[in-house]
Protein backbone atom coordinates (compact mmCIF):
# COMPACT_ATOMS: atom_id res chain seq x y z
CA UNK A 1 0.00 0.00 0.00
CA UNK A 2 2.24 2.63 1.41
CA UNK A 3 4.93 1.57 -1.09
CA UNK A 4 8.20 3.24 -1.45
CA UNK A 5 10.84 1.41 -3.24
CA UNK A 6 8.66 -1.45 -4.30
CA UNK A 7 6.85 0.33 -7.45
CA UNK A 8 3.50 0.07 -8.38
CA UNK A 9 1.13 -2.04 -7.10
CA UNK A 10 0.85 -5.03 -5.60
CA UNK A 11 -0.19 -8.18 -7.83
CA UNK A 12 -3.88 -8.38 -6.81
CA UNK A 13 -3.09 -12.53 -6.06
CA UNK A 14 -0.29 -11.30 -4.10
CA UNK A 15 -2.11 -8.44 -2.27
CA UNK A 16 -4.85 -11.25 -0.88
CA UNK A 17 -2.28 -13.76 -0.42
CA UNK A 18 -0.93 -11.48 1.83
CA UNK A 19 -3.78 -10.04 3.25
CA UNK A 20 -4.66 -10.68 6.98
CA UNK A 21 -7.79 -8.62 7.03
CA UNK A 22 -10.21 -11.50 7.94
CA UNK A 23 -8.16 -12.14 10.95
CA UNK A 24 -7.95 -8.35 11.77
CA UNK A 25 -11.67 -8.10 11.99
CA UNK A 26 -10.63 -9.08 15.56
CA UNK A 27 -7.75 -5.87 16.02
CA UNK A 28 -9.34 -3.57 14.70
CA UNK A 29 -11.12 -2.33 17.92
CA UNK A 30 -7.41 -2.53 19.94
CA UNK A 31 -5.77 -1.02 16.90
CA UNK A 32 -8.13 2.46 17.10
CA UNK A 33 -7.29 2.63 20.89
CA UNK A 34 -3.81 2.25 20.61
CA UNK A 35 -4.00 4.83 17.58
CA UNK A 36 -5.69 7.39 19.93
CA UNK A 37 -2.90 6.58 22.92
CA UNK A 38 -0.11 6.97 20.47
CA UNK A 39 -1.25 10.22 18.87
CA UNK A 40 -2.29 11.64 22.22
CA UNK A 41 1.90 10.72 23.30
CA UNK A 42 3.22 12.73 19.99
CA UNK A 43 1.40 15.39 20.75
CA UNK A 44 1.88 15.82 24.71
CA UNK A 45 5.80 15.30 23.59
CA UNK A 46 5.30 18.22 21.10
CA UNK A 47 5.30 16.02 18.06
CA UNK A 48 1.83 16.46 16.80
CA UNK A 49 -0.09 19.79 16.93
CA UNK A 50 -3.00 20.24 18.75
CA UNK A 51 -4.96 20.76 15.22
CA UNK A 52 -3.06 17.64 13.95
CA UNK A 53 -4.10 15.88 17.05
CA UNK A 54 -7.70 16.60 17.19
CA UNK A 55 -7.98 16.13 13.35
CA UNK A 56 -7.13 12.87 13.93
CA UNK A 57 -8.31 12.00 16.69
CA UNK A 58 -12.02 13.16 15.17
CA UNK A 59 -11.07 10.48 12.59
CA UNK A 60 -10.22 7.94 14.91
CA UNK A 61 -14.03 8.51 16.74
CA UNK A 62 -15.57 8.06 13.71
CA UNK A 63 -14.07 4.83 12.60
CA UNK A 64 -15.23 3.31 16.50
CA UNK A 65 -18.37 4.85 16.18
CA UNK A 66 -19.60 4.17 12.82
CA UNK A 67 -18.47 0.93 11.22
CA UNK A 68 -19.07 1.62 8.07
CA UNK A 69 -16.90 4.59 7.73
CA UNK A 70 -13.59 2.31 7.75
CA UNK A 71 -14.97 0.34 4.37
CA UNK A 72 -15.55 3.84 3.13
CA UNK A 73 -12.45 5.59 3.42
CA UNK A 74 -9.90 3.23 3.98
CA UNK A 75 -7.81 2.38 1.04
CA UNK A 76 -8.57 -0.85 -1.37
CA UNK A 77 -5.20 -2.24 -1.00
CA UNK A 78 -4.13 -2.02 2.30
CA UNK A 79 -2.67 -5.69 3.53
CA UNK A 80 -4.13 -4.98 7.02
CA UNK A 81 -5.95 -3.37 9.87
CA UNK A 82 -3.23 -1.16 10.53
CA UNK A 83 -3.17 -0.03 6.79
CA UNK A 84 -6.72 0.26 6.37
CA UNK A 85 -6.91 2.81 9.58
CA UNK A 86 -3.99 4.86 8.44
CA UNK A 87 -5.19 5.34 5.14
CA UNK A 88 -8.59 5.97 6.12
CA UNK A 89 -7.62 8.76 8.86
CA UNK A 90 -5.36 10.11 6.32
CA UNK A 91 -8.31 10.05 3.54
CA UNK A 92 -10.69 12.23 6.51
CA UNK A 93 -7.83 14.52 7.09
CA UNK A 94 -5.14 15.08 4.65
CA UNK A 95 -1.75 13.58 3.76
CA UNK A 96 0.03 16.30 5.91
CA UNK A 97 -2.28 15.64 9.04
CA UNK A 98 -3.10 11.63 8.89
CA UNK A 99 0.21 11.16 7.65
CA UNK A 100 2.17 12.17 10.91
CA UNK A 101 0.10 9.66 12.59
CA UNK A 102 2.25 7.05 12.19
CA UNK A 103 5.23 9.07 13.51
CA UNK A 104 7.75 6.29 15.58
CA UNK A 105 5.67 3.93 15.13
CA UNK A 106 6.01 0.23 13.04
CA UNK A 107 3.37 -2.25 11.91
CA UNK A 108 5.76 -4.64 14.11
CA UNK A 109 5.21 -2.88 17.12
CA UNK A 110 1.45 -2.04 16.22
CA UNK A 111 0.40 -5.91 15.59
CA UNK A 112 2.01 -7.20 18.85
CA UNK A 113 0.46 -4.15 20.55
CA UNK A 114 -3.05 -5.03 19.17
CA UNK A 115 -2.73 -8.66 20.26
CA UNK A 116 -1.46 -8.11 23.57
CA UNK A 117 -4.62 -6.01 23.87
CA UNK A 118 -7.37 -8.41 22.43
CA UNK A 119 -5.27 -11.41 24.57
CA UNK A 120 -5.80 -9.80 27.58
CA UNK A 121 -9.53 -9.30 27.62
CA UNK A 122 -9.76 -12.35 26.01
CA UNK A 123 -7.77 -14.01 29.28
CA UNK A 124 -9.96 -11.94 31.91
CA UNK A 125 -13.19 -12.86 30.33
CA UNK A 126 -12.25 -16.66 30.39
CA UNK A 127 -10.60 -16.45 33.75
CA UNK A 128 -13.97 -14.92 35.02
CA UNK A 129 -15.69 -17.78 33.36
CA UNK A 130 -13.50 -20.73 34.84
CA UNK A 131 -14.51 -18.77 38.40
CA UNK A 132 -17.69 -19.33 37.52
CA UNK A 133 -17.48 -22.78 36.09
CA UNK A 134 -15.46 -23.70 39.64
CA UNK A 135 -18.17 -21.95 41.69
CA UNK A 136 -20.73 -24.40 39.76
CA UNK A 137 -18.74 -27.70 40.56
CA UNK A 138 -18.15 -26.59 43.80
CA UNK A 139 -22.34 -25.72 44.26
CA UNK A 140 -23.04 -29.72 43.13
CA UNK A 141 -19.94 -31.18 45.38
CA UNK A 142 -21.89 -29.48 48.14
CA UNK A 143 -24.79 -31.17 47.05
CA UNK A 144 -22.88 -34.29 47.38
CA UNK A 145 -20.43 -35.07 49.93
CA UNK A 146 -22.51 -38.11 50.99
CA UNK A 147 -23.52 -39.43 47.43
CA UNK A 148 -20.74 -42.87 47.53
CA UNK A 149 -19.72 -43.99 44.43
CA UNK A 150 -16.62 -45.92 43.03
CA UNK A 151 -13.55 -44.47 42.14
CA UNK A 152 -11.81 -46.27 38.80
CA UNK A 153 -8.04 -46.18 37.98
CA UNK A 154 -7.83 -48.29 34.80
CA UNK A 155 -11.55 -47.31 34.87
CA UNK A 156 -11.65 -50.45 36.70
CA UNK A 157 -13.13 -50.02 40.32
CA UNK A 158 -10.35 -49.13 42.57
CA UNK A 159 -12.09 -47.24 45.83
CA UNK A 160 -15.40 -45.88 47.17
CA UNK A 161 -15.93 -41.92 47.02
CA UNK A 162 -18.10 -39.72 46.89
CA UNK A 163 -19.17 -37.86 43.94
CA UNK A 164 -18.13 -34.38 45.56
CA UNK A 165 -14.49 -35.75 45.76
CA UNK A 166 -14.47 -36.45 42.09
CA UNK A 167 -16.26 -32.55 41.49
CA UNK A 168 -13.56 -31.09 43.84
CA UNK A 169 -10.54 -32.92 42.24
CA UNK A 170 -12.01 -30.57 38.83
CA UNK A 171 -11.80 -27.30 41.05
CA UNK A 172 -8.59 -27.36 42.36
CA UNK A 173 -7.71 -28.43 39.02
CA UNK A 174 -8.95 -25.38 37.39
CA UNK A 175 -7.83 -23.21 39.97
CA UNK A 176 -4.43 -24.38 39.01
CA UNK A 177 -5.33 -23.05 35.77
CA UNK A 178 -6.50 -20.09 36.79
CA UNK A 179 -3.44 -19.37 38.64
CA UNK A 180 -1.63 -20.29 35.43
CA UNK A 181 -3.20 -17.72 33.06
CA UNK A 182 -2.71 -15.19 36.08
CA UNK A 183 0.65 -15.77 35.60
CA UNK A 184 -0.08 -15.56 31.89
CA UNK A 185 -1.52 -12.50 32.24
CA UNK A 186 1.52 -10.27 33.77
CA UNK A 187 3.70 -11.14 30.79
CA UNK A 188 0.81 -10.52 27.99
CA UNK A 189 0.04 -7.05 30.08
CA UNK A 190 3.13 -5.04 28.96
CA UNK A 191 3.57 -2.45 26.18
CA UNK A 192 5.89 -3.15 23.18
CA UNK A 193 4.68 0.59 21.09
CA UNK A 194 7.45 2.41 20.69
CA UNK A 195 9.96 -0.39 19.91
CA UNK A 196 8.99 0.39 16.31
CA UNK A 197 10.30 -1.94 13.20
CA UNK A 198 13.05 -3.58 15.54
CA UNK A 199 15.47 -0.84 17.11
CA UNK A 200 13.59 2.18 18.57
CA UNK A 201 13.15 5.53 17.37
CA UNK A 202 15.02 9.10 17.14
CA UNK A 203 11.79 10.99 17.90
CA UNK A 204 11.48 12.09 21.30
CA UNK A 205 8.85 9.71 22.21
CA UNK A 206 7.60 8.43 25.93
CA UNK A 207 7.02 4.92 25.89
CA UNK A 208 5.80 4.15 29.63
CA UNK A 209 3.45 7.25 28.77
CA UNK A 210 1.60 5.34 25.87
CA UNK A 211 1.63 2.01 28.05
CA UNK A 212 0.41 3.75 31.25
CA UNK A 213 -2.54 5.31 28.77
CA UNK A 214 -3.27 1.43 27.65
CA UNK A 215 -3.76 0.21 31.05
CA UNK A 216 -0.44 -1.92 30.39
CA UNK A 217 1.46 -2.53 33.71
CA UNK A 218 4.74 -1.81 32.24
CA UNK A 219 6.43 -1.68 28.76
CA UNK A 220 8.77 -4.63 27.06
CA UNK A 221 12.24 -2.68 27.56
CA UNK A 222 13.83 -4.18 24.75
CA UNK A 223 12.52 -2.99 21.24
CA UNK A 224 13.98 -6.17 19.66
CA UNK A 225 12.23 -8.43 22.36
CA UNK A 226 9.05 -6.32 21.95
CA UNK A 227 8.72 -7.27 18.45
CA UNK A 228 9.99 -10.46 17.98
CA UNK A 229 9.05 -12.53 20.87
CA UNK A 230 5.47 -14.21 20.77
CA UNK A 231 6.28 -16.52 23.92
CA UNK A 232 3.59 -15.00 25.88
CA UNK A 233 0.96 -16.71 23.38
CA UNK A 234 2.72 -19.64 23.22
CA UNK A 235 2.08 -19.37 26.54
CA UNK A 236 -1.68 -18.60 26.50
CA UNK A 237 -2.32 -21.42 24.36
CA UNK A 238 -0.63 -24.05 26.57
CA UNK A 239 -2.66 -22.90 29.68
CA UNK A 240 -5.86 -22.97 27.51
CA UNK A 241 -4.66 -26.64 26.03
CA UNK A 242 -4.11 -27.31 30.07
CA UNK A 243 -7.81 -25.99 30.74
CA UNK A 244 -9.38 -28.16 27.82
CA UNK A 245 -7.62 -31.40 29.11
CA UNK A 246 -9.37 -30.97 32.27
CA UNK A 247 -12.90 -30.29 30.28
CA UNK A 248 -11.68 -32.90 27.81
CA UNK A 249 -11.51 -35.51 30.82
CA UNK A 250 -14.50 -34.27 32.60
CA UNK A 251 -16.39 -34.92 29.57
CA UNK A 252 -15.32 -38.32 28.58
CA UNK A 253 -16.21 -39.47 32.27
CA UNK A 254 -19.56 -37.75 32.20
CA UNK A 255 -19.71 -39.50 28.81
CA UNK A 256 -19.16 -43.04 29.99
CA UNK A 257 -21.21 -42.19 33.12
CA UNK A 258 -24.20 -41.33 31.24
CA UNK A 259 -24.31 -44.44 29.46
CA UNK A 260 -27.70 -46.95 29.76
CA UNK A 261 -24.51 -49.56 31.16
CA UNK A 262 -23.61 -47.06 34.22
CA UNK A 263 -26.36 -44.47 34.27
CA UNK A 264 -24.57 -42.88 37.32
CA UNK A 265 -25.43 -39.16 35.50
CA UNK A 266 -28.19 -38.22 33.07
CA UNK A 267 -27.51 -35.27 30.68
CA UNK A 268 -30.05 -32.15 30.72
CA UNK A 269 -32.17 -32.14 27.52
CA UNK A 270 -30.65 -28.62 27.37
CA UNK A 271 -27.33 -30.43 27.06
CA UNK A 272 -27.82 -33.39 24.98
CA UNK A 273 -28.46 -34.07 20.77
CA UNK A 274 -30.80 -36.65 19.63
CA UNK A 275 -30.23 -39.17 16.61
CA UNK A 276 -31.73 -38.78 13.55
CA UNK A 277 -32.88 -42.32 13.06
CA UNK A 278 -33.24 -44.08 16.34
CA UNK A 279 -36.33 -42.07 18.10
CA UNK A 280 -34.88 -43.41 21.91
CA UNK A 281 -31.36 -41.89 21.58
CA UNK A 282 -30.45 -38.84 24.11
CA UNK A 283 -26.56 -38.44 23.08
CA UNK A 284 -23.82 -36.33 24.65
CA UNK A 285 -22.74 -34.28 21.69
CA UNK A 286 -22.08 -31.19 23.70
CA UNK A 287 -19.67 -33.51 26.03
CA UNK A 288 -18.10 -35.18 22.70
CA UNK A 289 -17.35 -31.95 20.85
CA UNK A 290 -15.46 -30.41 23.87
CA UNK A 291 -13.47 -33.76 23.56
CA UNK A 292 -12.94 -32.85 20.06
CA UNK A 293 -12.12 -29.36 20.35
CA UNK A 294 -9.72 -30.62 22.35
CA UNK A 295 -7.83 -31.41 19.45
CA UNK A 296 -8.14 -28.03 17.80
CA UNK A 297 -6.47 -26.42 20.69
CA UNK A 298 -3.89 -28.77 20.45
CA UNK A 299 -3.10 -28.77 17.26
CA UNK A 300 -2.92 -24.70 17.53
CA UNK A 301 -0.41 -24.60 20.21
CA UNK A 302 2.04 -27.12 18.02
CA UNK A 303 1.05 -25.04 14.67
CA UNK A 304 2.10 -21.94 16.79
CA UNK A 305 5.31 -23.24 18.09
CA UNK A 306 5.79 -24.64 14.48
CA UNK A 307 5.59 -21.57 13.06
CA UNK A 308 7.88 -19.78 15.57
CA UNK A 309 10.43 -22.48 15.09
CA UNK A 310 12.88 -21.54 12.68
CA UNK A 311 12.08 -17.77 12.47
CA UNK A 312 14.97 -15.51 12.89
CA UNK A 313 15.14 -12.65 15.44
CA UNK A 314 13.24 -9.52 14.36
CA UNK A 315 9.80 -9.28 13.01
CA UNK A 316 9.00 -11.84 10.14
CA UNK A 317 5.20 -11.78 8.30
CA UNK A 318 5.78 -15.78 9.33
CA UNK A 319 3.87 -14.62 12.81
CA UNK A 320 1.24 -13.12 10.95
CA UNK A 321 -0.42 -17.11 10.88
CA UNK A 322 -0.47 -17.32 14.02
CA UNK A 323 -3.55 -14.79 14.70
CA UNK A 324 -6.50 -17.02 13.64
CA UNK A 325 -5.08 -20.41 15.08
CA UNK A 326 -4.85 -17.88 18.45
CA UNK A 327 -7.97 -16.87 18.28
CA UNK A 328 -9.17 -20.01 17.35
CA UNK A 329 -7.94 -21.25 20.77
CA UNK A 330 -9.33 -18.79 22.61
CA UNK A 331 -13.09 -18.08 21.07
CA UNK A 332 -13.10 -22.36 21.52
CA UNK A 333 -12.00 -22.42 24.74
CA UNK A 334 -14.06 -19.48 26.17
CA UNK A 335 -17.37 -21.56 25.12
CA UNK A 336 -16.07 -24.58 26.41
CA UNK A 337 -16.17 -23.52 29.71
CA UNK A 338 -19.37 -21.75 29.17
CA UNK A 339 -21.17 -25.18 28.40
CA UNK A 340 -19.62 -27.20 30.63
CA UNK A 341 -20.40 -24.89 33.63
CA UNK A 342 -24.42 -25.75 32.09
CA UNK A 343 -23.76 -28.92 31.77
CA UNK A 344 -22.74 -29.19 35.33
CA UNK A 345 -25.43 -26.96 37.01
CA UNK A 346 -28.26 -29.22 35.41
CA UNK A 347 -26.90 -32.82 35.42
CA UNK A 348 -28.87 -35.57 37.29
CA UNK A 349 -27.05 -37.81 39.20
CA UNK A 350 -28.50 -41.08 40.20
CA UNK A 351 -27.08 -41.44 43.73
CA UNK A 352 -28.63 -45.02 43.97
CA UNK A 353 -27.16 -46.32 41.17
CA UNK A 354 -24.06 -44.85 42.47
CA UNK A 355 -24.67 -46.43 45.97
CA UNK A 356 -25.94 -49.93 44.44
CA UNK A 357 -22.46 -50.14 42.14
CA UNK A 358 -20.27 -49.11 45.33
CA UNK A 359 -22.54 -51.53 47.79
CA UNK A 360 -21.84 -54.75 45.64
CA UNK A 361 -18.19 -53.11 44.53
CA UNK A 362 -14.82 -55.15 45.44
CA UNK A 363 -13.22 -51.37 46.16
CA UNK A 364 -13.36 -51.68 49.82
CA UNK A 365 -10.69 -54.66 49.28
CA UNK A 366 -8.37 -52.55 50.50
CA UNK A 367 -10.19 -50.89 53.29
CA UNK A 368 -10.14 -54.34 54.42
CA UNK A 369 -6.73 -55.05 53.93
CA UNK A 370 -6.21 -52.34 55.90
CA UNK A 371 -7.73 -53.21 59.16
CA UNK A 372 -6.34 -56.70 59.06
CA UNK A 373 -3.00 -55.36 60.16
CA UNK A 374 -3.79 -52.90 62.37
CA UNK A 375 -3.38 -54.98 65.07
CA UNK A 376 0.17 -55.27 63.57
CA UNK A 377 0.14 -59.10 63.77
CA UNK A 378 0.61 -59.47 59.93
CA UNK A 379 2.02 -57.51 57.10
CA UNK A 380 0.26 -55.28 54.19
CA UNK A 381 1.94 -58.03 52.08
CA UNK A 382 0.56 -60.63 53.58
CA UNK A 383 -3.45 -59.30 54.22
CA UNK A 384 -3.02 -57.79 50.46
CA UNK A 385 -2.66 -61.76 49.42
CA UNK A 386 -5.42 -62.69 52.34
CA UNK A 387 -7.87 -60.37 50.88
CA UNK A 388 -7.00 -60.94 47.01
CA UNK A 389 -7.81 -64.88 47.42
CA UNK A 390 -11.28 -64.26 49.39
CA UNK A 391 -12.12 -61.70 46.72
CA UNK A 392 -11.36 -64.27 44.38
CA UNK A 393 -13.07 -66.68 45.85
CA UNK A 394 -16.17 -64.51 45.82
CA UNK A 395 -15.71 -63.13 42.31
CA UNK A 396 -15.95 -67.34 41.55
CA UNK A 397 -19.24 -67.52 43.00
CA UNK A 398 -20.51 -65.30 40.65
CA UNK A 399 -19.49 -62.24 41.80
CA UNK A 400 -21.41 -61.95 44.67
CA UNK A 401 -20.72 -59.19 47.27
CA UNK A 402 -17.92 -59.52 49.81
CA UNK A 403 -20.96 -58.91 52.43
CA UNK A 404 -22.26 -62.07 51.41
CA UNK A 405 -19.61 -64.24 52.10
CA UNK A 406 -19.83 -66.53 54.93
CA UNK A 407 -18.35 -68.06 57.53
CA UNK A 408 -17.40 -71.22 55.25
CA UNK A 409 -16.78 -69.48 52.56
CA UNK A 410 -14.30 -67.53 54.15
CA UNK A 411 -12.29 -70.67 55.99
CA UNK A 412 -12.28 -72.13 52.18
CA UNK A 413 -11.30 -69.68 50.23
CA UNK A 414 -8.25 -69.38 53.10
CA UNK A 415 -7.41 -72.51 52.57
CA UNK A 416 -6.20 -72.02 48.77
CA UNK A 417 -3.45 -70.51 50.19
CA UNK A 418 -2.94 -72.64 52.78
CA UNK A 419 -3.32 -69.75 55.35
CA UNK A 420 -3.45 -70.41 59.29
CA UNK A 421 -2.73 -67.76 61.78
CA UNK A 422 -3.38 -67.91 65.70
CA UNK A 423 -4.61 -64.34 65.90
CA UNK A 424 -6.12 -63.90 62.50
CA UNK A 425 -9.09 -66.36 62.38
CA UNK A 426 -11.84 -66.88 59.89
CA UNK A 427 -14.34 -65.20 62.21
CA UNK A 428 -11.99 -61.97 62.70
CA UNK A 429 -11.91 -61.46 58.83
CA UNK A 430 -15.46 -61.71 58.51
CA UNK A 431 -16.02 -59.28 60.61
CA UNK A 432 -13.76 -57.09 59.11
CA UNK A 433 -15.42 -57.78 55.76
CA UNK A 434 -19.57 -57.41 57.30
CA UNK A 435 -17.95 -53.86 59.11
CA UNK A 436 -16.59 -52.70 55.86
CA UNK A 437 -20.32 -51.31 54.62
CA UNK A 438 -19.44 -48.47 52.02
CA UNK A 439 -20.09 -45.74 54.60
CA UNK A 440 -17.99 -47.19 57.48
CA UNK A 441 -15.02 -47.27 54.48
CA UNK A 442 -15.53 -43.45 53.66
CA UNK A 443 -15.67 -43.02 57.73
CA UNK A 444 -12.52 -44.68 58.38
CA UNK A 445 -10.35 -43.38 55.52
CA UNK A 446 -9.36 -39.88 57.23
CA UNK A 447 -6.31 -38.88 55.47
CA UNK A 448 -5.85 -35.37 54.37
CA UNK A 449 -7.50 -35.32 51.28
CA UNK A 450 -9.45 -38.13 50.71
CA UNK A 451 -13.14 -38.98 49.82
CA UNK A 452 -14.05 -38.45 54.29
CA UNK A 453 -16.69 -36.28 54.88
CA UNK A 454 -14.56 -34.47 57.22
CA UNK A 455 -12.09 -34.05 54.46
CA UNK A 456 -14.75 -32.69 51.59
CA UNK A 457 -16.14 -30.18 53.62
CA UNK A 458 -12.68 -28.81 54.29
CA UNK A 459 -11.67 -28.64 50.72
CA UNK A 460 -15.08 -27.08 50.14
CA UNK A 461 -13.89 -24.60 52.72
CA UNK A 462 -10.41 -24.01 50.86
CA UNK A 463 -11.94 -23.62 47.28
CA UNK A 464 -14.36 -21.62 48.35
CA UNK A 465 -11.92 -18.79 50.18
CA UNK A 466 -9.49 -19.09 47.06
CA UNK A 467 -12.47 -18.63 44.23
CA UNK A 468 -13.17 -15.06 46.69
CA UNK A 469 -9.63 -14.15 46.71
CA UNK A 470 -8.95 -14.83 43.05
CA UNK A 471 -12.36 -12.93 41.77
CA UNK A 472 -10.74 -9.64 43.74
CA UNK A 473 -7.44 -9.96 42.12
CA UNK A 474 -9.60 -10.36 38.69
CA UNK A 475 -11.77 -7.13 39.49
CA UNK A 476 -8.71 -5.14 40.40
CA UNK A 477 -7.60 -6.28 37.15
CA UNK A 478 -10.60 -5.01 35.26
CA UNK A 479 -10.79 -2.07 37.21
CA UNK A 480 -7.04 -1.09 36.06
CA UNK A 481 -8.25 -1.47 32.63
CA UNK A 482 -11.36 0.63 33.08
CA UNK A 483 -9.94 3.42 34.79
CA UNK A 484 -6.81 3.31 32.14
CA UNK A 485 -9.69 3.46 29.29
CA UNK A 486 -11.97 6.13 30.95
CA UNK A 487 -9.10 8.46 31.38
CA UNK A 488 -8.05 7.78 27.90
CA UNK A 489 -11.82 9.20 26.97
CA UNK A 490 -11.43 12.06 29.10
CA UNK A 491 -8.19 12.99 27.83
CA UNK A 492 -9.74 12.66 23.93
CA UNK A 493 -13.06 14.43 24.98
CA UNK A 494 -11.52 17.64 26.55
CA UNK A 495 -9.34 17.94 23.36
CA UNK A 496 -12.24 17.43 20.98
CA UNK A 497 -14.39 20.04 23.42
CA UNK A 498 -11.85 22.40 23.12
CA UNK A 499 -11.74 22.34 19.36
CA UNK A 500 -15.93 22.66 19.62
CA UNK A 501 -15.20 25.78 21.76
CA UNK A 502 -12.23 27.46 19.67
N1 LIG B 1 -0.36 -7.90 9.07
C1 LIG B 1 0.87 -8.05 9.77
C2 LIG B 1 0.69 -9.14 10.84
O1 LIG B 1 -0.37 -9.49 11.13
C3 LIG B 1 1.24 -6.77 10.43
C4 LIG B 1 2.69 -6.51 10.50
C5 LIG B 1 3.27 -6.35 9.17
N2 LIG B 1 4.63 -5.93 9.26
C6 LIG B 1 5.48 -5.99 8.20
N3 LIG B 1 6.67 -5.57 8.41
N4 LIG B 1 5.12 -6.47 7.05
O2 LIG B 1 1.63 -9.63 11.36
Known amino acids: ?6 SGNLDNRALSYLSSLTED ?34 GIDLLISDSNS ?39 DQVVLDIRMKLRDDLNRISSNLLDLINSLLAKAVEHIDTIMPLYTHLQQAQLGVFSHYLLSYCFSLLRNFERFSENYKRINVSPLGACAIGGSSMNIDRNKVASMLGFSDIVYNSMDATSSRDFLVEFSSNSLNTMLDLCRISEDFIIWSTSEFGFISLDDQFSSSSSAMPQKKNPDPLELIRGKTATIEGNLIAIASIMKGLPSGYSRDLQEIKPLLWKTSSTLDTSIEIMKGIVATICVDQNKMYLASAKSYAVALDIAEQLIKDGDISFRLSHKVIGTIVDYASRLGNIPLSSLTLSDVTAALKKIDFSHQVLTSEK ?5 KMNTPENSLKFRKTKGSPNKNEQKAMINIIEKMVVDYKKDLDVRFNKLHLAKDLLDKKIKRLLDESHNT
Open 429 to 433: ILNLI
Open 25 to 58: SHLLYYDLLGSQAHVIMLYESNILSKKETIEILK
Open 1 to 6: MYRSRP
Open 70 to 108: LNEYADTSAEDVHEMVESAIIKMTTMDIGGKMHTARSRN
